[in-house]
C-alpha cells in the first residue's frame, strides 16, 4: 500500500504563488507515476499535472502550463507542485494521487489540502 499526505495550501491573492508539497510512504517502490488533481465546488475532479517516478518526465494540463511546475525527489518520496501566476480559477481542493507499475489508473489519494485564490 501507499499512503499519500498533501501539506502547503492556503489562501493567496491572484498572481501570487504557492507550493504544495505531498510526501509518499508504504511502498513507494511500486510507484510509477505520481500526479496532482484538483476539484473546484460544483465541478468535476481533473488532472494538473504528472510526473514519471523514475524518469521525471513531465506533463501537464493546458491550463496550468507555463504557470505551474511538478517536481519530485526521489530520496525524500516527495513530490512538490509549484504554482505561479494564480488565478482565480485554480481555486480547488487539490490531490496527490499515485499510480503504480503495471496499472493505468491512479490508485492512491491524499487526502487533499485548499487552495483559495482570492481577487
Known amino acids: 500500500q501507499v499512503q499519500l499526505v498533501e501539506s502547503g495550501g492556503g489562501l493567496v491573492q491572484a498572481g501570487g504563488s504557492l507550493r504544495l508539497s505531498c510526501a509518499a510512504s508504504?511502498?513507494?517502490?511500486?510507484?510509477?507515476?505520481m500526479g496532482w488533481f484538483r476539484q473546484a465546488p460544483g465541478k468535476e475532479r481533473e488532472f494538473v499535472a504528472r510526473?514519471?517516478?523514475?524518469?521525471?518526465?513531465?506533463f501537464y494540463a493546458d491550463s496550468v502550463k507555463g504557470r505551474f511546475a511538478i517536481s519530485r525527489d526521489i530520496a525524500k518520496n516527495m513530490v512538490t507542485l509549484e504554482m505561479n501566476s494564480l488565478k482565480l480559477e485554480d481555486t480547488a481542493v487539490y490531490y496527490c494521487a499515485a499510480r503504480r507499475f503495471g496499472m493505468n489508473r491512479y490508485e492512491h489519494w491524499g487526502q487533499g489540502t485548499q487552495v483559495t485564490v482570492s481577487s
Open positions: 508504504g511502498r513507494t517502490d511500486t510507484i510509477y507515476e
Open positions: 510526473i514519471n517516478r523514475g524518469s521525471g518526465t513531465t
